[in-house]
């Protein structure tokens, strides 16, 4: 009864969001190494599909585009699955078109593999090198569009947070960015909370400490009232 | 009911490992290169915890040492969670004293970096390049104990897998080994089901393709009778 009710509330509350579409990306990348071995990250997609979830309650029609991630699909949100950030680029490239808001919320991972190797490595030495690539950077893809989306990356840092942020933000041409201190307990990859500030050019607000959908409530009331003043 | 019927059909059922201690392994292990991100492979976990399922089923008294993975602990079984293969081999050695069988079913990682950055690197250039070392061969270390156990590897495989399977039998001094070859569909590390052959020094043994519970439940009982001949 009382997830009913909060549901009800969700649904029954304001919509700055109506009638905005929303594409997004969740949870981690997977580079594979060969068909058995791969690279990723701590990303659990919480915060992403709290993100989509909370988007659909506010009035947007939503398009996750999701790492492999242990996460049911947020009712009324439209979910693509991915596993390499190539993958990921292509799936947002495809839905890009007519999006009024970008949110980057995917750790893509930086570097790939040079090689896939068709078969299992087998192992031999003592040591081995493992040669990477640059991925491509989807957040700065989706910045350079014209016309684009209102675009929305995320820093997750473990030293130094604010600085990286806002080099982020200006270097990739960002409206905004949710910056969170990976380092600390209980927030980031896989916490239920999250302590984010957001930056934008000549701005900043800090989320305090709440569980990711609150986090995402209040994340996307900002980008609202950004859109609002545009 | 069906569920339940099968559940008491196992309870009922003989106990060819009644008084026998197993311990094993399941899963993937993951491999840090920095605080977020990380090595790892396509193991699921699902078989290592089927055969622990199925040797409490048969009498035994079961330790299961698990990488990452998204499976509830089989009723009975005393679960130690681990993260990388050094972790593993640590709590391996720990719980070896007094055990009867060892069936190492995790995907350890063969390699882990050199370095592991306390912070998270930052990206920087084109390429990179990761140096590897090996990991502890966690099978090979049981396998070298006096006292042993009765020690039972998986040879996961891409491409000449009797070879592959036989050659590691004999060079880790395995008692046993079930060799899956995981190019194949709806079989090995995702999949529900699985077609394991066994070998053992003079002989081998088919276990056709069928569910993962079922594969688990004859390769327990091909063990106890080796155990039984001992």
Chains 1, 2 share one sequence.
């Not at 068909?35 to 919480?46: C, T």
């Not at 970008?102 to 030495?125: E, H, M, Q, T």
């Not at 989807?138 to 997750?156: M, S």
Request: include cysteine; glycine fraction near 6%; aromatic fraction near 4%.
């Amino acid at each position: 009864a009382i997830a009913a009710a909060t549901v009800e509330a969700l649904n029954a509350g304001p919509k700055p969001l109506a009638g905005k579409k929303l594409l997004l990306t969740a949870g981690p990348t997977r580079e594979a190494l060969d068909p058995v071995r791969f690279m990723s990250n701590h990303s659990s997609g919480k915060m992403g599909f709290a993100l989509a979830e909370q988007a659909v309650a506010l009035g947007a029609e939503v398009t996750l585009v999701s790492g492999p991630v242990s996460l049911a699909t947020p009712a009324g949100v439209t979910r693509i699955d991915v596993e390499s950030a190539e993958q990921m680029l292509e799936a947002v490239l495809a839905a890009l078109p007519g999006q009024d808001i970008f949110i980057g919320c995917a750790a893509v991972a930086d570097y790939r593999p040079l090689a896939v190797a068709d078969n299992k490595i087998k192992k031999s030495n003592e040591r081995m090198v493992v040669e990477l690539v640059r991925n491509p950077d989807i957040l700065a893809t989706v910045a350079q569009q014209q016309p684009r989306p209102f675009t929305v990356g995320f820093a997750a840092e473990t030293d130094n947070v604010e600085q990286y942020a806002r080099d982020k933000l200006a270097r990739k041409g960002l409206d905004l960015i949710a910056a969170n201190d990976v380092s600390k307990p209980d927030q980031g990859f896989n916490a239920n909370h999250n302590a984010l500030t957001l930056y934008w050019a000549d701005g900043h607000k800090s989320l305090g400490h709440s569980d990711k959908g609150q986090q995402a409530r209040l994340m996307l009331d900002t980008i609202a009232d950004h859109l609002a003043c545009q």
